[in-house]
């Protein structure tokens, strides 16, 4: 649920950049988003960046998987061609890229994959070849998941 928040306030933000690089005036609502992110937001990062730092520490301490990176990377490519447009929806699956490196790539990527599936699925791009490839890639991954489930007992093996 935070996700579609953060999105929805990153269309309205993104919205009112442009329109004060077109108008060359502030609005009244881009201010009002500044002074709420001012006030809310960050005390709340501040507060939590010690825990956060941590965190990263400990799950990267051998090093930050590129591979992870990688796979939200490609996730929003293919959502930009499907979509064909720099719009919320793209954008939204990029926003999963810092929770990746902050809380490792695989509950993540689930998270992001999930995202972009609910808006193929509420915007009819079901019958993409893009999308289509991707759900025969998850097909290919998942036989040799269960078989790895069946012969050792797990399936991350």
Known sequence: MLAFLVVIFFKIVSNECINILRS??????????LFLLIIFVFPVLFSVAGKVYDKIYIYYGDGLKFFDVVNVFALFVLVFLVFRRWDFRVWGVL???PFVIVLGGSRVNVMAVSFAFYFFIVYRK???????????YFVFKSYFYVSSIVLHGDGFV
Do not use: D, Y
């Not at 005036?25 to 201010?31: T, V």
């Open 95 to 97: 926003l999963f890229l």
């Open 24 to 33: 060359k005036k502030i609005g009244k609502m881009f201010l009002w988003f």
């Open 126 to 136: 079901m019958a993409s070849p893009f999308v289509l490839l991707m759900l025969f």
